[in-house]
């Protein structure tokens, strides 16, 4: 008690010094929190792609459902030998997984991670909220294509290489479409804060207010994910594993980790976006955490959905990628830039 | 004139390490750009001056330039430029690091 009201005291006297120290608590929290957040989305990516092809998926460390597969794996990764190929350009080889990952940081310090209602007040759970939180967003997720790039620049292997000029291009392809699919999202709110963003929704979500942008968003985010059938970074029956080849030990992780805390980030963006966040009925006996459910559920769908698209389609030619961004996503996203800007309007 | 009071406030002196430490790697980055002879290194080392420089930004109270300088210079102008040193010839950048 005494050291809570000392706390008080402090965060009274210098509320500019008590929110840094809070901000460099709330990093470190959120830093542990998504690493081991993205272990459990590549538990249930490879259970759920277990069942969809009709096999077990992990079921040995720890019990029937191998929960403490993804610890094992882990620890592995930490004790390999770390290899440094020779002739490799060893300082940007270095650096491409903690740019890499650093990435993943920036953008999850922005984004709300669902709320509580706290007195009847919805407090919602995020590091930085920021009036220019999905502008932020998308700057940072702009960033993604550096770390891949250096890591395929500095490994000296022509399939690496091919790697990185593959993710920017298709980055620089994918980026603009999906800046004016948020950019719309932020007309119709009238607010480029995340938070804002999640209770314009309150009567009418922004999946069902402009469906292409929905769509078109999707196809983006999966892009940038570099997954399945947008794999060409990675795609291991031509260029081997892309910009990833020669890495090994926990440079590796760092870089296969960094893939999986983007899916979950980029699923928790899209729920924010266009899936209402954290909307919906109170629960009346558990009203204090009613938000979170609502946001975990969508989020398990969205996660679930990805993870049924990466084992149900096959991977295009990256030049049929990059017409799709060009030709066809860009008009069609002005199209719906339109489109919320006449109905934002009509009920302005 | 410098008010010597001023430095026993501890808000002062965390915005002078801020501005300290970001001056630091601007100039630093900018000279690396400058001196390095290789082109991918001088575009990687120009994206680290960009960055601090949206840090600085950030840093003034302006996040809404701070997050326009990260978008416009690092996600498009920087990426272009990586983009066009790939596509220049490989010589250039071989003979100083690889090997």
């Known amino acids: ?57 992990p079921n040995r460390v720890g019990g029937r459902w191998g929960i403490l597969q993804l610890g094992a794996d882990a620890i592995k990764l930490f004790t390999k030998e770390d290899i440094i190929p020779r002739g490799a350009d060893k300082s940007v080889y270095v650096w491409a997984p903690i740019v890499a990952s ?8 922005a984004i709300p991670f669902g709320a509580v209602i706290i007195d009847g007040r919805e407090i919602p759970l995020v590091v930085a909220n920021m009036d220019i939180s999905a502008l932020y967003v998308e700057a940072a997720l702009s960033l ?10 500095s490994s000296n292997n022509k399939y690496s290489m091919l790697g990185a000029f593959r993710g920017v291009a298709r980055m ?23 938070v804002e963003i999640v209770n314009a929704q309150q009567s009418i979500w ?28 990675e795609a291991e029956e031509e260029i081997i594993a892309g910009y990833n080849t020669e ?3 926990i440079r590796f992780g760092l870089l296969y980790f960094q893939e999986y805390n983007m899916m979950l980030l980029g699923s928790i963006l899209l729920v924010l976006l266009f899936l209402g966040g954290w909307n919906g009925p109170v629960i009346p006996v558990i009203s204090f955490i009613s938000p979170m459910i609502w946001f975990f559920m969508k989020l398990l769908i969205v996660l679930v959905a990805l993870i049924w698209i990466r084992v149900s389609l096959v991977r295009f030619r990256i030049d049929q990628v990059t017409d799709l961004g060009w030709k066809v996503l860009l008009p069609l996203s002005l199209v719906n830039f339109v489109w919320a800007v006449a109905v934002g309007l009509y009920f302005a | ?47 680290g001056a960009f960055a601090s420089v949206a840090m600085l930004y950030v ?41």
């Open chain 1, 1 to 57: 008690m005494e050291l809570l009201s000392a706390i008080t005291d402090f965060a009274a006297r210098e509320p500019k010094i008590f929110a840094v120290i809070l901000g460099l608590i709330g990093a470190a929290v959120l830093a542990s929190v998504i690493n081991v957040a993205a272990m459990a989305v590549v538990w249930l990516e490879r259970k759920v792609m277990g069942d969809l092809q009709a096999r077990y998926g």
């Open chain 1, 102 to 109: 650093a990435t993943t940081m920036l953008v999850a310090g």
């Open chain 1, 144 to 153: 993604m294509a550096i770390g891949a790039f250096m890591a395929g620049y």
């Open chain 1, 172 to 194: 620089i392809a994918y980026e603009v479409p999906m800046g004016v699919c948020v950019i719309s999202v932020a007309v119709m709110a009238h607010s480029l804060n995340l």
């Open chain 1, 206 to 233: 922004f999946a069902v207010a402009q469906p292409l942008g929905f769509v078109i968003f999707a196809i983006c985010l999966i892009t940038d994910l570099g997954r399945m059938p947008f794999d060409q970074t």
């Open chain 1, 247 to 249: 890495y090994s030990g």
């Open chain 2, 1 to 47: 004139m410098i008010d010597l009071a001023q430095f026993y406030d501890i808000r002062f002196l965390i915005e002078l390490g801020a501005f300290s430490l970001l001056a630091v790697l601007i100039l630093g980055f900018s000279i690396l750009t400058v001196w390095s002879r290789n082109m991918v290194h001088a575009a990687l080392y120009l994206l």
């Open chain 2, 59 to 99: 840093s003034l109270n302006a996040s809404f330039v701070g997050v326009a300088q990260v978008l416009v210079y690092i996600g498009a102008v920087g990426v272009l430029i990586l983009f066009a040193v790939m596509l220049t010839r490989r010589t250039l950048v071989e003979e100083e690091s690889h090997g």
